[in-house]
């Protein structure tokens, strides 16, 4: 940018650069000037003793753009430092959130197969031996053997479909309760 200004200010005659005068805010002696007047290098010497200025850009205000620059530099790279933090810092809570509730479904699941199992068994075992205590007392009270032995058949038919109903309406609340589960945790990972 400073060259281009600098190339535009070069191109500009001289009575158009005097009218620059207070442009820039540093320095007042023009190169021109000493480029045109004629003289040899001793009087070059001795205006350079004088900070040199280009169409009033001197070392000052040079140095005031480098500073300027070095500003924008330090701040654009501590609001880019900044920002990449942010965006790790979320990154992580968000893996944080997924993993706590990845544990909690496997919590639960586990829990609900465990409650379904244990009470599957207590159901059968329960029922088996409710079937044996019915059939024996049917066919203790009976005089025929036809209608104890078929008593008893019935007794266990019955007694084994209750329990298989009841583990059908045991697994399938478990797999509601389980897909419930992982409808929350899909929605709270979409929220994430």
Request: charged share 5%.
């Amino acid at each position: 940018m400073l060259s281009v200004l600098l190339a535009v200010l070069v191109m500009l005659p001289s009575s158009q650069a005097v009218e620059l005068d207070g442009f820039f805010p540093f320095g007042t002696r023009k190169l021109d000037n000493i480029l045109r007047s004629g003289d040899d290098t001793s009087s070059m010497r001795v205006a350079l003793k004088e900070p040199i200025v280009f169409y009033n850009v001197s070392y000052d205000s040079l140095y005031v753009m480098v500073v300027h620059l070095v500003v924008v530099v330090v701040v654009v790279v501590v609001v880019v430092v900044v920002v990449v933090v942010l965006v790790v810092v979320v990154v992580v809570v968000v893996l944080v959130v997924v993993v706590v509730v990845v544990i909690v479904v496997v919590v639960v699941m586990v829990v609900v197969v465990v409650v379904v199992v244990v009470v599957v068994v207590v159901a059968v075992v329960v029922a088996e031996v409710v079937a044996v205590v019915v059939a024996v007392v049917v066919a203790s009270s009976s005089s025929s053997t036809v209608v104890a032995v078929t008593a008893v058949v019935v007794v266990l038919v019955v007694v084994r479909a209750l329990v298989a109903a009841f583990v059908v309406v045991v697994v399938a609340a478990a797999a509601a309760v389980v897909v419930v589960v992982v409808v929350v945790v899909v929605v709270v990972v979409m929220h994430c």
